[in-house]
Structures are given as structure tokens and as C-alpha cells.
């Protein structure tokens, strides 16, 4: 069983940050990359920004230079800072973790950006 917990979505205005926390647990021996996704109603599910084991990173165009995804090994936690935040950053923003080249993802977690 592996579990993924997000917290740190929320409500804020434009230009505005927010943090977003994962903490995977249970049977993560060989959790590789983990990340960020996010989906908005009608929309499929973006990839929003990854990384894996040795801190390599990789960032959807449209949040670079704006989020940023960092990692702590020893707590299996992963962190998204969004900064500048737009109305169209609006969305569920879903962990997702790879152990063994299987994929796992968290319940979700709403963010949501006024005008």
C-alpha cells in the first residue's frame, strides 16, 4: 500500500503564492519521481512539474520561471511553491509518485486563483 497526502491548496488572488505538500508512506522502497499534475473541469490532466531521485527537474511551459518543485529524500516529501499565480493556474492539483514504474497519486487538492 502506498499513501500519498497532499495539503496546501486554498483560495488566493492573483500574483499570489501558494505551497503544496505531498508526504508519500507505506511501500515507497524504489520511489523514484514524484510530482505534480493538475486538472480543470473539461480539461485533461497536466503534467505541472517532476522530479526525480537525484533532484533533476522538469517544468510544464506555462508555470516556468513561476513554480518550483523541491524534495526532501529523507521525509518522502515533495513541495510545489507557486508564485504569480493566474486565474488559470485554477485547478485540482494532484501528487503523483513512481515506484517500480508503477504510478500512484494522491486524492487531490483544490487551488483556486482570483481575478
Known amino acids: 500500500q502506498v499513501q500519498l497526502v497532499e495539503s496546501g491548496g486554498g483560495l488566493v488572488q492573483a500574483g499570489g503564492s501558494l505551497r503544496l505538500s505531498c508526504a508519500a508512506s507505506g511501500s515507497i522502497s524504489g520511489l523514484n519521481a514524484m510530482g505534480w499534475y493538475r486538472q480543470s473541469p473539461g480539461k485533461e490532466r497536466e503534467l505541472v512539474a517532476v522530479?526525480?531521485?537525484?533532484?533533476?527537474?522538469n517544468y510544464a511551459a506555462s508555470v516556468k520561471g513561476r513554480f518550483t518543485i523541491s524534495r526532501d529524500n529523507a521525509k518522502n516529501t515533495v513541495y510545489l511553491q507557486m508564485n504569480s499565480l493566474k486565474p488559470e493556474d485554477t485547478a485540482v492539483y494532484y501528487c503523483n509518485a513512481v515506484i517500480f514504474a508503477r504510478a500512484y497519486w494522491g486524492q487531490g487538492t483544490q487551488v483556486t486563483v482570483s481575478s
Open positions: 522530479i526525480i531521485s537525484s533532484g533533476i527537474t
